[in-house]
C-alpha cells in the first residue's frame, strides 16, 4: 500500500522532492539552535518579499500550534474567539484553543463555512457586561473547511467590522495557497490586504514534511511572541530545517504550483463525480476538497480500498482531498472504483 | 561559517547521514496522518525491543513537549514536580511545565546536579494539608545538564522512595543515550529497570533532525495521552517522517555509537582542556559536556569565534557540549585557539 | 430606594433573619480556621441527615466556584461538558469553566431550558478519536435558568444515558430548593436518587448571606477535592460563618419554607400578568421565575422605576424573580405599575 | 471550647462587633447586585478618602485571591513573580498562584522574611531570552509572614528596582493594618506612597467576617479587572455585605484601633516569653506574630489545650499570632501554661 496514493487528506501525501532538497542542503555542520541562524533569517526574509515589511514570522511544528498561539498572541482568557461550527480550532484540536487561551470559542452558525458580518454580530453581546466573555477575535478559515473560498470583499469587512469594534481577525490559512491560487491573488492580497491581523500559514498540507509560521502584520502583536511559542512547547531547536521548508515553499513559485495542481485535481474529482448520478456534489469546489454525499452502503465498500473520512454520517457525506502529488491516473481509478462498486 | 563545527551545543549539529536517508524512503506515497500508518506502528515495535512489552510510546516534536507531556500525564494541578535548580524543567523552558500542568515545580539543591533521597525527603512536606501542593512526580534527567551521570542505584533508591509514596519518577532522558553508553547499559537497564516511570527519550540531541518520545513503562498512566498530546498540540499530521527519525536511531546501535562518539570526544577535549592551567574543569565528565572554570577576559575573546554558552557568570563558567558529528580535528582547532587567545 | 423590593433577581434580596442570627450566634471566640471547626462539622452532618451517608461536602462562596469547581472534580482538560445554550455554566460565568477546568462546553440546542437524551445524543460524537474533545459531563440546571422544571424522570434517564457511557452528571443546583418544592421531592429525592454524581447546592439565592455548597454523592469522586477548592481560592478562613448559614437554611425547614414562598409569589405574579393582555409568558412558571413577552417601548419605562434584567432583547422578553421576601404587595403594586406604564 | 480564645492564628478569631452591626444594617430591601449597589459605591468612596484618587478597588471573598487575581492582572502566564520563600503565595496557597496566572514563582532566599534589591536582582536573569521565564513582579508581604515589618525605605527601592526594569511590585498586605500601626504610617503612606502599583488589602485577620480588596493605584492596570474577577470565580451576588465590612473597617479608625490592639498584645506575649528561659524570641515581634522556638517535647503537650502551628519543624519553632479580640489575661492564661508545662 506504500505508494499508493488516496484522497483522505492533503496531510496523507509525502514531502515534495524540492523540499527533500531543501533539507538536505541544510545539513552541513553546525548553527545555532532556536532560530538563531542563517537559514531562519533567510526564510523570514522571504516571506517579508510576500507579505511586505513590518511583519513578524514563526515557525511553528503544526498547524494546530499556528492557531492556538496566534490566538494566545490576541486575547486574555476572558476574551471569546468567534468561529464557524466547523472550524478546525472549534471541532479538531481537542480543546486546544480553550485549555491553552482560556477563552471560550463561540461557534457561530454557518452554511457554506462561512462566517458573515450578520452572523458575528449575532453573536457579538454582553459587551462590558461582567459577567459574559468579550469578544475578541473572529477567527476565519480560507480556504474554508468544507472547501470554498471567502471572495475578498468578504473576509475585508469581516476586518472593517472587527477592528471598528476593537476586535482583530485571524486567519487559519492552513490552505490559503489553494484559496490564492483560486482567487488569483498574491499571498498578500489574500491576506494582509484584506485586513487580517494574524495568519496561520499552512505548509504542511501544501507539500512539506511539517513546518507552519505564524504571520503577525503588525509588529506590536508579536511583542511576547517568542515567549509565547517557546512556553507553548513549539520552539525547535534545530530550527533551520524547518525554515529551508518553509523558504523553499515560497521559492520559484512552488506554493503556487503545488496549490494548483491540487485544485485543479480536485475540479477534474468534481467532473468525474459529476458524471455518476447516484452523487451529489455538496459544496461548491473551489478549492482542493470535493464534498460528496453518497449512498450509505457504498461509503465502507469503498473505503476498504481507499481510505477516507466520513464527514457528516447522519447526511452521509464525505470528503475527498486532492495533494500536490495526486496524478490525473489517481482520480481515475479512483473514480472507476466507486462506479463498480455502484453498479456492483 | 555554514560548515564549521562547534561545541555550543549538541542540538547546533545537522542531522545523520542514516537518518535523512531514512526520510528520503519513506517519502513514497499516501499514508494516513497522525500516527496511523505502518512506519509509526514499526517505529513502536522498535521501541519495543528495546524497552520492552507493555509499553506505551508516543512521538512529539521536541524535548520540552516531552517532559511537559509526561508531567501532565502524571499529575493534577495541585501537584508538585520536585527537581533540581538546574533541571531543564526548571529553568530552560520558559516556565511550560507549570503553565500547562498548572503545578509548581520545586527546586531542590543539587550539587553535582544530581536528586538524593535526602534532598528529595526534605522538600516533601505539607503532605495531606490542603494549603500545600502535593509531591507527585521527582523528576531527574540522565545524563543531567552538567554533564555528570547518576549511578544506577541512585536512581533506583529514588524510585523507590517515590513509590512508596504513592508518586512517580520521570526521567528527562535528552541525553539518556550518553549515560546509558557511558554505564554500559542498555536502554531498558537504564531507565524502565531502575524504576522510572515515563521516559522523555531524546533523539534531536543524538543526530535526529527532530523527534522524542515520550514512553509509558505502564500502560495504564497512558491512558489518555492521545488526546494530552493533541490538546498539547503535539501531534504531527505526517507522523511518518518522526518515526522513520526514531526507528533510524534506534536499529543498528546507530543511537549507541552517535552518544559514544560523542562522550569520547568530550573525554578528548577534556584532557586538552586539563593540559590548559588557567582552565578549570568544574563537572566530571561522564556525558558528552564539559565544564569549564576560565579567565572572564578570555570568554568573550573565544566567543567571537566560537558560539558557546556562558553556563554561570558569576563563576566564569562555560559549557562545551559535544556531538555525534563532532571531530577530533574539531577539538584540536578550539583548543588551540583557546590556548592562542589565553597567551595572546 | 435602599427599603424596596424588586423582581430583578433572587439574590437583590437580602438575608432571612434567622440565617443573621445564625452567624451571630457563632461569633464566640476562637475556632479553628479552613474548616477544621465544630460548626462546620455540625453543618456537613446536617446535609447528611438530608442526602444521606457516604457523601461528601464541601463550603465555596458562590455559585459560580461550586459549578466550575464541580467540573474540575470530574473532568481532565480533554474531556467536554455538554449544557443548554442557556446554561449558567456557558453563559454567565464570564468563560470561568473553561479557564478552570481546560475543557470545551458544547451548547446543545434546548428549548425550554432542558436537555433531553435525544440532544445529548446528538452532541456526543468523536468518542475516541484523538482530535476531538471526549464527552464527560452532562450538566443540567434545576430549576433551570428559564425557571422551568425537569420532571425526576427527564432526569433520572440523563443520569442513565451519561452512566452507560462513563460520564457524569452534574447538577447546578442555584435553585434546587425551588424545583424539589414544586416537585414535593425531598432535596435528596430530587438529586441523589435521581443518579446525579454531584451537586452545587445553592444557599444565596434562597435567602443566605453567601454560602453555596459542593456536595459529592460518590465520595472517590471527591478525594482530592481539598486541593481544588483550596487552588480555586474558594476555601474560608472563617469557614464557620459560612456553615452556620447552610445549616440554618437546612434546619426547621427553612429551605423548603423560602423556596415555597417565592415560588408562591411566582404564581401570584404570574397570574397577575396574565391578566394584562399586552402581556405574554413565555415560560411555564414552574419555580419563582417569570418570564414576559412585553411591547418593547415599555420595558425601558418600566425599568424607571423598577431594575430588572432584558432576557432576550430581540424577542423583547424579560425576566422576573420572586424571592423569599417577596410580598404579594410588592406584587401588587409592581403589576399596577406596570398596568398603569402600559395604559399611560 | 467555643468561647475561648488561642493563639494559633488571627483568622481563628471571629467578627468584631461593629463589622456585625454593619452587616445588620445593611439587610434592608432589595439592591441590585454583583456591585452595582450604593453600599459598594459608598465603600469604595472609603477607600479613595484613604488611599486617594484614580485609584480602582474589588472585594474579593479570600487573601488567596486578592493575591493571586492581582497576580493575574499584572502578568501573562511567561512571566515571572520574584518573593521570599516564606511568602504566602509561594506557599500557602496550594500553588493557587501558578495555576491561574501560568507564571512560575521564583523563591528568593530571604532571612527575616523581606526581600531586598540583592536578592531580587541575583534572581532577575535569563531578560530577553526566550527559553526563560520574564521577571515581571515583586511580590512583598507586609507585615511579613514572620512577623516582621519592612522599613518604608526598604518598600521604596524595591519599587524603584522594578519600576526602572518595567515591573510592578504587588503588595501581599493581609496585615498591613499592623504594619502601618507600628511605623505610624496612614494606609496610603504605607503602600501607594512608597511605589506599590496593586495591593491586596486584609480585613478578614484584621476583624472581618471575610472580605478583602484589591486596590490598583494605576487605573489602567485595572482595565480588565472586571473580567479577571468574575472568571476567577470571586464576584460576590449580594456585594453589599462584603462592601459594608469593608467600609466599616475603614471608617472611625476601626482597622488601626484593632491593629493596634494586636500588635500591643504580641508585644505583651513577647514580655512573656522572653521570662521563660527555655524559650526564645526568633524573628523581632514587629507586627502581631510571636515566632518561638521551645523545646520540641514542650510544643505537643501545650498543643494538647491550645491549637496552633508549628512552623518549622526541623528547628523547633512554633507561631503565635495575637487578634483584635485577644486580651491580657488569654495571654496571661496562656503563658501560664506554657511554664507549667516546662516545669512539670
Avoid at 53 to 60: K, N, P
Amino acid at each position: 500500500m506504500k505508494a499508493a496514493r488516496g484522497f483522505a487528506s492533503d496531510n496523507n501525501a509525502g514531502v515534495h522532492p524540492q523540499i527533500l532538497n531543501a533539507i538536505a542542503e541544510a545539513n552541513q555542520g553546525h548553527v545555532v539552535g532556536y532560530g538563531e541562524d542563517p537559514y531562519t533569517r533567510s526564510a523570514v526574509a522571504k516571506f517579508e518579499e510576500h507579505f511586505g515589511d513590518e511583519i513578524e514570522v514563526f515557525f511553528v511544528f503544526n498547524g494546530t500550534a499556528a492557531n492556538v498561539l496566534s490566538l494566545t498572541a490576541l486575547t486574555r482568557s476572558y476574551h471569546a474567539v468567534l468561529c464557524t461550527q466547523s472550524a478546525h480550532i472549534y471541532t479538531d484540536e481537542c480543546g486546544a484553543p480553550e485549555r491553552f487561551t482560556g477563552c471560550k470559542l463561540i461557534p457561530v452558525p454557518s452554511p457554506g463555512g462561512k462566517l458573515t458580518v450578520e452572523s458575528v454580530r449575532s453573536a457579538c453581546h454582553g459587551i462590558g457586561d461582567q459577567h459574559h466573555v468579550q469578544p475578541r477575535v473572529i477567527g476565519i478559515t480560507q480556504a474554508t473547511e468544507v472547501g470554498t473560498v471567502y471572495a475578498p470583499e468578504e473576509i475585508r469587512i469581516l476586518s472593517r467590522f472587527a477592528h471598528e469594534r476593537g476586535m482583530f481577525v485571524h486567519l487559519d490559512g492552513a490552505r490559503i495557497a489553494n484559496a490564492a491560487v483560486t482567487l488569483g491573488q498574491s499571498l498578500r492580497e489574500a491576506t494582509r490586504d484584506l485586513g487580517v491581523d494574524v495568519l496561520s500559514f499552512g505548509g504542511t498540507k501544501n507539500g512539506l514534511m511539517g513546518a507552519e509560521a505564524v504571520v503577525f502584520f503588525e509588529k506590536e502583536l508579536a511583542e511576547n511572541f517568542l515567549y509565547v511559542r517557546k512556553q507553548g512547547m513549539q520552539l525547535a531547536s534545530k530550527m533551520r530545517f524547518m525554515a529551508v521548508q518553509l523558504e523553499a515553499l515560497l521559492s520559484n513559485g512552488l506554493w503556487r504550483s503545488n496549490a494548483c495542481h491540487a485544485n485543479q485535481m480536485a475540479k477534474l474529482l468534481e467532473e468525474e463525480v459529476r458524471k455518476i448520478p447516484q452523487l451529489e456534489i455538496v459544496y461548491p469546489v473551489e478549492a482542493n476538497a470535493v464534498f460528496v454525499r453518497m449512498p450509505r452502503e457504498m461509503i465502507s465498500r469503498v473505503q476498504e480500498q481507499y481510505f477516507f473520512y466520513l464527514w457528516n454520517e447522519e447526511q452521509s457525506v464525505v470528503r475527498w482531498m486532492c495533494s500536490f502529488d495526486t496524478s490525473e491516473e489517481d482520480i481515475r481509478k479512483f473514480t472507476k472504483l466507486v462506479r463498480e462498486t455502484l453498479y456492483s
